[in-house]
């Protein structure tokens, strides 16, 4: 499925024009899987919204795993758009021609960049607007479930109870916002970044592209497996707001916390948010600069000049 919306040029460059227009789609093709793409968030959006008022059904729990899968879908398609980019012209014996030319290594290196963002700039809208949209259900969530705990299940075994008021957290919720639009695009630039740097580095598409999946799984499994050492079976808001997981999981567990109400429960829990909100963005930026410093370098190594004519 392809799904790509245009990124606007920055600076007029040829090696963007090339890669976009030699990789893009047809533009009817292009709207189909835009709309398809869409399509699955809306159902996916409608099915959790259809369980709020279902307190037996784990709503927080299935939001969490559809950021999740879609999160996966995006690093994948940003990964493999960016180790064919280089990787591309030293396969098809065209890159001696695109060095003669004189184009320096860092317009060869942007334009290949803004033309891989053009290719998944769909899937980047589609993964932040997944998580915007999952923010207030993560708030309706817990209010539905925390009004039915003190109003029914306390009330019925300990007597009549008065329910502490439920309010939100402004702060919390703009940078719930915010972070969600700025940890999307950072997964794709961090993604696209390193796909590039293993395609110039390795010279093959494959290699590259299964070098840049472990690259960037090496994280997830290493956080992955330490959240579940440190916090073993027990329930899923403690596993979300275990710090260590935001790395894993590019800060869908911070956002989460941010995203949740002032209540008698969460009285800490916008506070604790922000550790792994930092570590989660400090990983996305690292991997994208040493990532296009890694393609940057590989791209002279192979014979691209530092200042070029064009």
Known sequence: MAISIRVPSLNNNPIEWQETRQNGSPLARTRVGILFGMGLVVVAVVTIILTLDRISLPTQQLAIYIIWIIHAVTAARSISAGSNA????????????????????????????????NRVAGWMLIFGTIRLVMLPVFMVSLVYRYA????????????????????????????????SVVLSVLEVLACTALGMA????????????????????LPVALFGAFTRYEVGTGPYWRTLAFPALSIADAGTGP???????????????HASALPGLWMATALLVAIMIVGLTVAWWSIRRDGALATGSA
């Not at 591309?88 to 334009?111: C, N, Q």
């Not at 329910?163 to 402004?170: A, K, L, T, Y």
């Not at 956002?255 to 829990?269: F, K, M, S, V």
């Open 198 to 217: 293993t395609s110039a580095f390795l010279r093959r598409g494959w290699t590259a592209m299964i070098a840049a999946f472990c690259l960037r799984l």
């Open 148 to 179: 039915w705990y003190n109003g029914g299940y306390v009330s019925q075994y300990y007597g009549d109870r008065v329910i502490e008021p439920v309010d939100w957290v402004p702060w919390a919720a703009f940078l719930g916002v915010v972070m």
């Open 255 to 269: 956002l989460w916390q941010l995203a949740l109400p002032l209540t008698g429960w969460t009285r800490q829990t």
């Open 86 to 117: 280089i990787s591309r012209e030293h396969v098809g014996k065209t890159w001696d021609s695109l060095v003669l030319t004189g184009v320096s290594a860092r317009r060869i290196l942007i334009g290949k960049w803004l033309g891989v963002l």
